[in-house]
């Protein structure tokens, strides 16, 4: 198994100002995922259906969103997108709200990202990384820091 | 013993809890299986379980089931993890 950041493909993190809305920071999470090959353009309404129907759970940590479909034939093979806001967006969440970091992922299955998840989860444990992956400025930047 | 990490799509959310509550349990010395599952499969997984970890959104959605019910509101806090699956195994 390779770098966290393999899991990233090219052209899939995104730093931006702001966005409008949740469904937009979804929108652009998943866009990400098309654009770098990972997803057919119906998994993002699929992402965009996940939040409307269970609520706002994918805020997992405080700043934090995983926004995700489930696996299914729009997934073309299992990667992450990061969209990084320089302005925090509420998505209603009822402890960690607002969002800065919304990391788009698609699975091909229930099993073959558990060590992606494992490297994510190891890396957003990490205060220190999650501090300079706010306030960088450069995409390739952050994918040295995703290690 | 049993533990089922539940979110709605069963690939995210359930995932990660399931690696850091493996993490905790490890610490804790308590020998446990942990699975991810989804909302639909999550009831049918949980009949023999002793505990589901959720998020705060979803407990709702969950109740009825013979297990406990434990929300996790920061996922990659595993002093929260830990002090809510020793309370309840302990």
Redesign the interface.
């Known amino acids: 198994m390779g770098l966290l950041a393999d899991a990233f493909g090219e052209g899939s993190i995104l730093i931006k100002e702001s966005v409008g809305t949740r469904s937009a920071a979804i929108e652009i999470a998943g866009e990400l995922l098309v654009q770098s090959g990972k997803a057919k353009h119906s998994y993002v309404a699929s992402m965009l259906e996940?939040v409307e129907?269970?609520?706002?759970?994918?805020v997992?940590?405080?700043g934090i969103a995983?926004a995700?479909?489930?696996?299914s034939e729009d997934v073309i093979e299992t990667g992450l997108s990061l969209l990084v806001l320089k302005q925090a967006i509420e998505f209603q969440h009822?402890?960690?709200d607002p969002v800065q970091l919304v990391f788009g992922?698609a699975?091909i299955d229930?099993e073959s990202?558990?060590e992606t998840?494992?490297k994510?989860?190891e890396v957003?444990?990490d205060q220190d990384r999650v501090s300079t992956l706010l306030t960088s400025s450069d995409s390739d930047q952050i994918r040295v820091l995703l290690g | 013993m049993k533990i089922i990490a539940v979110?709605?799509?069963?690939?995210?959310?359930s995932?990660?809890l399931k690696?850091?509550a493996e993490k905790v349990l490890k610490m804790l010395r308590i020998e446990a299986t942990v699975e991810?599952a989804?909302?639909a499969t999550a009831r049918g997984a949980a009949f023999d379980a002793q505990i589901v970890l959720t998020?705060?959104?979803?407990v709702e959605s969950l109740k009825g089931l013979n297990a406990e019910i434990i929300s996790i509101?920061?996922?990659?806090?595993?002093e929260e993890l830990r002090t809510k699956l020793s309370k309840a195994l302990l």
């Open positions: 996940a129907r269970f609520g706002p759970y994918i997992i940590a405080p995983l995700h479909g489930k696996p009822a402890q960690n992922l699975a229930h990202h558990m998840m494992a994510l989860a957003l444990s | 979110c709605g799509m069963g690939i995210g959310t995932v990660l690696i850091n991810a989804d909302m998020t705060p959104e979803l509101d920061h996922f990659f806090d595993l």
